[in-house]
Protein backbone atom coordinates (compact mmCIF):
# COMPACT_ATOMS: atom_id res chain seq x y z
CA UNK A 1 0.00 0.00 0.00
CA UNK A 2 1.18 3.43 -1.05
CA UNK A 3 1.90 5.96 1.89
CA UNK A 4 -1.47 8.18 2.89
CA UNK A 5 -1.41 11.67 1.00
CA UNK A 6 -3.74 13.91 3.85
CA UNK A 7 -4.21 17.89 3.23
CA UNK A 8 -2.78 18.31 0.22
CA UNK A 9 -3.01 22.57 0.12
CA UNK A 10 -1.04 22.61 3.69
CA UNK A 11 2.12 23.76 2.91
CA UNK A 12 1.05 26.32 0.68
CA UNK A 13 -1.53 27.99 2.87
CA UNK A 14 0.95 27.63 6.08
CA UNK A 15 3.48 29.51 3.76
CA UNK A 16 0.82 32.49 2.76
CA UNK A 17 -0.88 32.41 6.12
CA UNK A 18 -3.73 31.35 5.51
CA UNK A 19 -6.38 31.10 8.36
CA UNK A 20 -9.38 29.05 8.47
CA UNK A 21 -12.69 30.99 8.02
CA UNK A 22 -16.47 30.66 8.08
CA UNK A 23 -17.81 28.89 4.93
CA UNK A 24 -18.99 31.56 2.72
CA UNK A 25 -23.16 30.75 1.20
CA UNK A 26 -21.86 29.64 -1.98
CA UNK A 27 -19.56 27.16 -0.84
CA UNK A 28 -20.64 23.66 0.00
CA UNK A 29 -20.33 23.47 4.20
CA UNK A 30 -18.58 20.08 3.82
CA UNK A 31 -15.53 21.52 2.91
CA UNK A 32 -13.41 23.76 4.98
CA UNK A 33 -12.61 27.32 4.18
CA UNK A 34 -9.36 29.74 4.15
CA UNK A 35 -8.50 33.24 4.06
CA UNK A 36 -5.17 35.09 3.22
CA UNK A 37 -4.03 38.32 5.66
CA UNK A 38 -5.59 41.04 5.29
CA UNK A 39 -1.66 42.43 3.62
CA UNK A 40 -1.52 39.78 0.92
CA UNK A 41 -4.95 39.79 -0.38
CA UNK A 42 -8.95 39.22 0.09
CA UNK A 43 -11.03 35.94 -1.04
CA UNK A 44 -11.02 32.39 -0.40
CA UNK A 45 -9.59 28.83 -0.69
CA UNK A 46 -12.47 25.91 0.08
CA UNK A 47 -11.10 22.87 0.43
CA UNK A 48 -12.79 19.13 0.31
CA UNK A 49 -10.71 15.80 1.16
CA UNK A 50 -11.77 12.34 0.60
CA UNK A 51 -9.04 11.15 3.55
CA UNK A 52 -6.24 9.56 1.30
CA UNK A 53 -8.64 9.04 -2.18
CA UNK A 54 -8.83 12.91 -3.18
CA UNK A 55 -9.65 16.28 -3.01
CA UNK A 56 -11.46 19.31 -4.32
CA UNK A 57 -10.22 22.69 -3.78
CA UNK A 58 -12.25 26.38 -5.54
CA UNK A 59 -10.57 29.25 -5.00
CA UNK A 60 -11.34 33.03 -5.39
CA UNK A 61 -8.89 35.35 -4.91
CA UNK A 62 -7.10 38.66 -5.25
CA UNK A 63 -3.50 39.01 -3.99
CA UNK A 64 -2.54 42.59 -3.75
CA UNK A 65 1.10 42.16 -4.00
CA UNK A 66 3.12 39.28 -6.67
CA UNK A 67 3.81 36.60 -5.01
CA UNK A 68 6.05 33.55 -5.49
CA UNK A 69 5.03 30.23 -4.18
CA UNK A 70 7.84 27.28 -2.99
CA UNK A 71 7.24 24.57 -1.45
CA UNK A 72 7.57 20.80 -1.52
CA UNK A 73 4.58 19.10 -3.11
CA UNK A 74 3.01 15.35 -2.02
CA UNK A 75 2.53 12.52 -4.63
CA UNK A 76 -0.67 13.37 -6.73
CA UNK A 77 -2.40 13.95 -9.93
CA UNK A 78 -4.78 16.84 -10.73
CA UNK A 79 -6.51 18.91 -13.15
CA UNK A 80 -7.70 22.43 -13.01
CA UNK A 81 -10.25 25.01 -14.52
CA UNK A 82 -9.69 28.92 -14.20
CA UNK A 83 -11.72 31.73 -15.26
CA UNK A 84 -8.99 34.23 -14.61
CA UNK A 85 -5.58 34.19 -13.67
CA UNK A 86 -2.50 35.34 -14.39
CA UNK A 87 0.71 33.05 -13.23
CA UNK A 88 2.99 30.91 -14.15
CA UNK A 89 5.01 28.02 -12.92
CA UNK A 90 8.45 28.69 -12.54
CA UNK A 91 10.11 25.00 -12.75
CA UNK A 92 9.67 23.90 -15.76
CA UNK A 93 8.25 27.45 -17.03
CA UNK A 94 5.24 27.38 -17.47
CA UNK A 95 2.07 29.94 -17.97
CA UNK A 96 -0.57 29.47 -16.67
CA UNK A 97 -3.96 30.29 -18.68
CA UNK A 98 -7.56 30.60 -18.24
CA UNK A 99 -10.40 28.93 -19.85
CA UNK A 100 -8.69 25.67 -20.31
CA UNK A 101 -8.06 22.18 -18.80
CA UNK A 102 -4.43 22.26 -16.95
CA UNK A 103 -3.40 18.43 -16.39
CA UNK A 104 -1.04 18.53 -13.08
CA UNK A 105 1.87 15.71 -12.02
CA UNK A 106 3.71 16.31 -8.73
CA UNK A 107 5.83 13.52 -8.81
CA UNK A 108 6.40 14.68 -5.06
CA UNK A 109 8.58 17.57 -6.46
CA UNK A 110 9.28 21.10 -5.45
CA UNK A 111 6.48 23.37 -6.89
CA UNK A 112 7.64 26.99 -7.82
CA UNK A 113 4.64 29.15 -9.17
CA UNK A 114 4.36 33.16 -9.82
CA UNK A 115 0.89 34.83 -8.94
CA UNK A 116 0.21 38.17 -10.15
CA UNK A 117 -1.49 41.01 -8.42
CA UNK A 118 -4.67 42.08 -8.65
CA UNK A 119 -5.84 40.19 -11.08
CA UNK A 120 -8.39 37.67 -9.73
CA UNK A 121 -7.29 33.97 -9.53
CA UNK A 122 -10.98 32.27 -9.77
CA UNK A 123 -10.86 28.83 -10.37
CA UNK A 124 -11.30 25.10 -9.02
CA UNK A 125 -9.18 21.95 -8.67
CA UNK A 126 -9.66 18.31 -8.45
CA UNK A 127 -6.88 16.41 -7.18
CA UNK A 128 -6.21 12.59 -7.02
CA UNK A 129 -3.99 10.72 -4.64
CA UNK A 130 -2.18 7.61 -4.57
CA UNK A 131 -4.94 6.02 -2.29
CA UNK A 132 -7.08 6.42 -5.56
CA UNK A 133 -5.88 6.53 -8.74
CA UNK A 134 -2.94 3.49 -7.79
CA UNK A 135 -4.29 1.20 -4.59
CA UNK A 136 -8.03 1.71 -5.50
CA UNK A 137 -8.58 1.00 -8.48
CA UNK A 138 -5.70 -1.17 -8.82
CA UNK A 139 -7.82 -3.30 -6.40
CA UNK A 140 -10.88 -3.04 -8.24
CA UNK A 141 -9.61 -3.53 -11.98
CA UNK A 142 -7.19 -5.96 -11.04
CA UNK A 143 -4.49 -5.46 -14.84
CA UNK A 144 -7.19 -3.46 -16.54
CA UNK A 145 -5.81 0.43 -15.52
CA UNK A 146 -2.97 2.00 -17.32
CA UNK A 147 -1.24 4.32 -15.38
CA UNK A 148 -3.31 7.76 -15.37
CA UNK A 149 -0.75 10.16 -15.11
CA UNK A 150 -0.03 10.21 -19.20
CA UNK A 151 -3.46 10.49 -19.59
CA UNK A 152 -3.67 13.34 -17.25
CA UNK A 153 -0.62 15.34 -18.98
CA UNK A 154 -2.18 14.14 -22.70
CA UNK A 155 -4.89 17.01 -21.79
CA UNK A 156 -2.86 19.50 -20.31
CA UNK A 157 -3.64 22.98 -21.94
CA UNK A 158 -6.49 21.90 -24.07
CA UNK A 159 -9.44 23.79 -24.64
CA UNK A 160 -12.06 22.04 -26.40
CA UNK A 161 -13.26 19.64 -23.87
CA UNK A 162 -16.93 20.76 -22.54
CA UNK A 163 -17.87 17.82 -20.64
CA UNK A 164 -15.00 18.05 -18.57
CA UNK A 165 -15.77 21.84 -17.81
CA UNK A 166 -19.27 21.18 -17.15
CA UNK A 167 -18.11 18.51 -14.38
CA UNK A 168 -16.04 20.74 -12.97
CA UNK A 169 -18.80 23.81 -12.22
CA UNK A 170 -21.05 20.87 -10.92
CA UNK A 171 -18.43 20.13 -8.55
CA UNK A 172 -17.76 24.29 -7.60
CA UNK A 173 -21.82 24.55 -7.38
CA UNK A 174 -23.41 21.48 -5.63
CA UNK A 175 -24.95 22.38 -2.63
CA UNK A 176 -25.95 19.16 -0.80
CA UNK A 177 -24.25 17.98 2.67
CA UNK A 178 -23.97 14.53 4.56
CA UNK A 179 -23.66 11.35 2.83
CA UNK A 180 -25.96 12.70 -0.70
CA UNK A 181 -22.03 15.00 -1.01
CA UNK A 182 -20.19 12.54 -0.16
CA UNK A 183 -21.87 10.05 -3.06
CA UNK A 184 -21.84 12.79 -5.43
CA UNK A 185 -17.90 13.91 -5.05
CA UNK A 186 -17.13 10.50 -5.22
CA UNK A 187 -19.32 9.38 -8.23
CA UNK A 188 -17.60 12.61 -10.15
CA UNK A 189 -14.07 12.09 -9.59
CA UNK A 190 -15.02 8.39 -11.33
CA UNK A 191 -16.87 10.46 -14.03
CA UNK A 192 -14.03 13.19 -14.33
CA UNK A 193 -11.49 10.02 -14.49
CA UNK A 194 -13.71 8.16 -17.42
CA UNK A 195 -13.55 11.39 -19.33
CA UNK A 196 -10.00 11.75 -19.09
CA UNK A 197 -8.89 8.51 -20.01
CA UNK A 198 -11.29 8.63 -22.89
CA UNK A 199 -10.11 12.06 -23.77
CA UNK A 200 -6.44 10.86 -23.69
CA UNK A 201 -7.09 8.48 -27.07
CA UNK A 202 -7.66 11.21 -28.91
CA UNK A 203 -4.48 12.83 -28.05
CA UNK A 204 -1.84 10.01 -28.93
CA UNK A 205 -0.06 12.00 -31.69
CA UNK A 206 3.82 11.04 -33.72
CA UNK A 207 5.65 9.14 -31.24
CA UNK A 208 9.24 9.35 -32.71
CA UNK A 209 11.53 5.93 -32.47
CA UNK A 210 14.02 6.59 -29.28
CA UNK A 211 14.71 9.59 -27.15
CA UNK A 212 15.74 13.09 -28.66
CA UNK A 213 19.41 13.49 -29.32
CA UNK A 214 21.25 15.90 -27.85
CA UNK A 215 21.14 17.09 -31.24
CA UNK A 216 17.54 17.50 -31.28
CA UNK A 217 17.59 19.01 -28.04
CA UNK A 218 20.17 22.52 -29.22
CA UNK A 219 17.94 22.71 -31.99
CA UNK A 220 14.83 22.60 -29.83
CA UNK A 221 16.83 25.72 -27.80
CA UNK A 222 16.89 27.22 -30.74
CA UNK A 223 13.51 26.81 -31.96
CA UNK A 224 12.58 28.23 -28.91
CA UNK A 225 14.98 31.16 -29.00
CA UNK A 226 14.07 32.24 -32.40
CA UNK A 227 10.08 32.07 -31.14
CA UNK A 228 11.42 34.70 -28.11
CA UNK A 229 13.02 36.86 -30.44
CA UNK A 230 10.21 37.15 -32.86
CA UNK A 231 7.14 36.45 -31.50
CA UNK A 232 5.56 39.33 -32.87
CA UNK A 233 6.46 38.45 -36.44
CA UNK A 234 4.66 35.96 -38.51
CA UNK A 235 6.49 33.06 -37.79
CA UNK A 236 6.40 30.49 -40.67
CA UNK A 237 6.35 26.76 -39.76
CA UNK A 238 8.58 25.77 -42.43
CA UNK A 239 11.34 28.01 -41.50
CA UNK A 240 11.17 26.25 -37.77
CA UNK A 241 11.96 23.22 -39.28
CA UNK A 242 14.75 24.17 -41.00
CA UNK A 243 15.71 25.90 -37.43
CA UNK A 244 14.89 22.72 -36.00
CA UNK A 245 16.65 19.93 -38.54
CA UNK A 246 13.41 18.28 -38.14
CA UNK A 247 10.05 17.20 -40.23
CA UNK A 248 7.12 19.06 -39.34
CA UNK A 249 5.29 16.59 -37.25
CA UNK A 250 8.61 15.24 -35.27
CA UNK A 251 9.12 19.27 -34.62
CA UNK A 252 5.20 19.20 -33.29
CA UNK A 253 5.52 16.52 -31.34
CA UNK A 254 9.01 16.93 -29.59
CA UNK A 255 8.50 20.57 -28.81
CA UNK A 256 5.10 19.99 -26.88
CA UNK A 257 6.80 17.04 -25.50
CA UNK A 258 10.21 19.21 -24.35
CA UNK A 259 8.52 22.18 -23.18
CA UNK A 260 4.74 21.15 -22.16
CA UNK A 261 2.80 23.42 -25.51
CA UNK A 262 2.72 23.24 -28.75
CA UNK A 263 4.56 25.66 -30.48
CA UNK A 264 1.16 27.68 -31.55
CA UNK A 265 0.46 28.13 -27.84
CA UNK A 266 3.70 29.05 -26.66
CA UNK A 267 3.80 31.81 -29.75
CA UNK A 268 0.53 32.91 -28.10
CA UNK A 269 2.15 32.57 -24.15
CA UNK A 270 4.69 35.36 -25.03
CA UNK A 271 2.36 37.75 -27.13
CA UNK A 272 -0.42 37.99 -24.14
CA UNK A 273 2.58 38.27 -21.59
CA UNK A 274 4.02 41.04 -23.53
CA UNK A 275 0.98 42.58 -24.20
CA UNK A 276 0.20 42.01 -19.95
CA UNK A 277 2.87 44.77 -19.82
CA UNK A 278 2.44 46.91 -22.65
CA UNK A 279 -1.41 47.47 -21.24
CA UNK A 280 0.36 47.92 -17.68
CA UNK A 281 3.25 50.33 -18.90
CA UNK A 282 1.81 52.54 -21.10
CA UNK A 283 -0.92 54.22 -22.97
CA UNK A 284 -0.73 52.67 -26.53
CA UNK A 285 -4.32 52.30 -27.65
CA UNK A 286 -5.28 47.99 -27.90
CA UNK A 287 -5.61 48.39 -31.26
CA UNK A 288 -1.75 49.88 -31.09
CA UNK A 289 -1.14 46.70 -28.35
CA UNK A 290 -2.45 44.17 -30.57
CA UNK A 291 -0.16 45.33 -33.22
CA UNK A 292 2.84 45.50 -31.43
CA UNK A 293 2.61 41.82 -30.35
CA UNK A 294 1.52 40.51 -33.84
CA UNK A 295 -2.30 40.49 -34.26
CA UNK A 296 -3.28 42.65 -37.12
CA UNK A 297 -6.77 42.79 -36.04
CA UNK A 298 -8.43 43.77 -32.48
CA UNK A 299 -10.89 41.46 -32.34
CA UNK A 300 -8.72 38.46 -32.50
CA UNK A 301 -6.11 39.61 -30.25
CA UNK A 302 -8.84 40.70 -27.27
CA UNK A 303 -10.66 37.23 -28.08
CA UNK A 304 -7.31 35.44 -27.44
CA UNK A 305 -5.94 37.96 -24.31
CA UNK A 306 -9.33 36.87 -22.67
CA UNK A 307 -9.05 32.84 -23.27
CA UNK A 308 -5.56 33.78 -21.66
CA UNK A 309 -6.57 35.69 -18.50
CA UNK A 310 -10.36 35.51 -18.47
CA UNK A 311 -10.19 39.29 -18.93
CA UNK A 312 -10.81 40.97 -22.03
CA UNK A 313 -7.40 43.69 -22.23
CA UNK A 314 -9.45 46.55 -21.45
CA UNK A 315 -11.39 44.81 -18.25
CA UNK A 316 -7.24 43.99 -17.51
CA UNK A 317 -6.22 47.72 -17.94
CA UNK A 318 -9.58 49.03 -16.10
CA UNK A 319 -8.41 46.62 -13.19
CA UNK A 320 -4.80 47.33 -13.31
CA UNK A 321 -5.00 51.31 -13.31
CA UNK A 322 -7.95 51.71 -11.08
CA UNK A 323 -6.33 49.94 -8.04
CA UNK A 324 -2.70 52.02 -9.23
CA UNK A 325 -5.09 55.38 -8.82
CA UNK A 326 -6.79 53.68 -5.31
CA UNK A 327 -2.93 53.76 -3.57
CA UNK A 328 -2.17 57.04 -4.68
Known amino acids: MKAETKNLPEPCLV ?49 KQ ?43 QMFRARYHKNVPIHGIELMLMPGYYHDYLEQKYP ?9 FLSIDGITDF ?26 K ?11 SKEHKGFTPSGDLSKDDLINLDAVKSYINDHFAFDIKADHLTKIACMGQTKLRYSFKKYYGYTITEYIQNRRIAHAEYLLIGTDFTISQIAEA ?16 TGLYPDEYR ?7 VGRN
Open 143 to 151: NQFSDPKSA
Open 293 to 308: VGYYHSGRFASLFQKN
Open 189 to 199: VTEALSLIIEK
Open 15 to 63: QLDFQPCACKETLNLEGVCYEPPKDLGEGYYWYYEKEGMFAIAVLDLRL
Open 66 to 108: DKVLEYQQQDFISINYYDTISAEELSPYKRLNANCIRGHVSNS
Open 162 to 187: PQLVLLMRQLQTFQGTGISAHLFYES
Open 318 to 324: KIMKSVS
